[in-house]
T-cell receptor, first 117, second 108 residues
Framework: NAGVTQTPKFRVLKTGQSMTLLCAQDMNHEYMYWYRQDPGMGLRLIHYSVGEGTTAKGEVPDGYNVSRLKKQNFLLGLESAAPSQTSVYFC????????????????FGPGTRLLVL | DAKTTQPNSMESNEEEPVHLPCNHSTISGTDYIHWYRQLPSQGPEYVIHGLTSNVNNRMASLAIAEDRKSSTLILHRATLRDAAVYYCILKAGYALNFGKGTSLLVTP
């Protein structure tokens, strides 16, 4: 199993350009997440999905859109990139464990480094 | 969300035990205590989690205070490959709320 993979690994954009980051998981997980990590900081949740066709906003959703058309894929879109979106983007997935959400453990991809000039 | 407090950095010698502390005085009854680590230039990796009782797995042990207001991640024999940022996270919902974590330096 490849686990969680992310495409591309690195990208440079100019302000105003658009792009889509792809996350794929082969573990048949129900839940998927997009986080961003700025230098010297912890990860912050952008959007997440609890199933195919469903998405929800996280802590920092502005400027991003997401889609979950297939269970194994979670796409993160930047419609008009801004320098403030320069960051490392991590995707994660998880599956239901225990009675509530607290027990679930997340599996992370290797990250996509995005530089917006 | 309940927050955690960790030291910014710690240092350990190789092959010695490491105790990484975490304070979470505002923890609620439904919060699980999770630990993740992030090696340089990699995504976070799950280490261990628990609710009330101490937990052991192949990577580490988690000691939880009786009042649950603090916990300690124990690496029994640190190796150079354990050098990473360690995050203590309280989880009750979908998200993992990462703070800045503890940067662990392991010296030979």
């Amino acid at each position: 199993n490849a686990g969680v993979t992310q495409t591309p690994k690195f990208r440079v954009l100019k302000t105003g350009q658009s792009m889509t980051l792809l996350c794929a998981q082969d573990m048949n997980h129900e839940y998927m997440y997009w986080y961003r990590q700025d230098p010297g900081m912890g990860l912050r949740l952008i959007h997440y999905s609890v199933g195919e066709g469903t998405t929800a906003k996280g802590e920092v959703p502005d400027g991003y859109n997401v889609s979950r058309l297939k269970k194994q894929n979670f796409l993160l879109g930047l419609e008009s990139a801004a320098p403030s979106q320069t960051s490392v983007y991590f995707c994660a997935s998880s599956y239901p464990q225990g009675a509530g959400r607290g027990e679930e453990t997340q599996y992370f991809g290797p990250g996509t480094r995005l530089l917006v000039l | 969300d309940a927050k955690t407090t960790q030291p910014n950095s710690m240092e350990s010698n190789e092959e010695e035990p490491v105790h990484l502390p975490c304070n979470h005085s505002t923890i609620s009854g439904t919060d699980y205590i999770h630990w993740y680590r992030q090696l340089p230039s990699q995504g976070p990796e799950y280490v261990i989690h628990g609710l009330t009782s101490n937990v052991n797995n192949r990577m580490a042990s988690l000691a939880i205070a009786e009042d649950r207001k603090s916990s300690t991640l124990i690496l029994h024999r640190a190796t150079l490959r354990d050098a990473a940022v360690y995050y203590c996270i309280l989880k009750a919902g979908y998200a993992l709320n990462f703070g800045k974590g503890t940067s662990l330096l392991v010296t030979p």
